[in-house]
């Protein structure tokens, strides 16, 4: 595993350094500081539900992360 520290900011992470790597990379992002969220009502970790998620996605075919990560560059 490698780690990169970055900064957040309107929904983009920059890396304080260049990363390179030739296939797709799974990511953790960890918030190292207490940040205030523009949402009404917090997640919180009970409020996730891995069975309820697998029921949800068990039909869709394609990756989940290219879709949300599609679905997000539509939306800049």
Do not use: C
């Amino acid at each position: 595993m490698v780690t990169v520290l970055g900064t957040y900011k309107d929904g983009k992470i920059e890396l304080d350094k260049v990363f390179s790597s030739e296939n797709p990379v799974k990511v953790l992002v960890t918030f190292l500081e207490e940040v205030n969220s523009d949402s009404e009502k917090p997640l919180k970790l009970s409020d996730f539900s891995f069975a309820e998620s697998q029921e949800i996605l068990k039909d869709y075919k394609g990756s989940f992360s290219d879709a949300v990560i599609e679905e997000r560059r539509a939306a800049l």
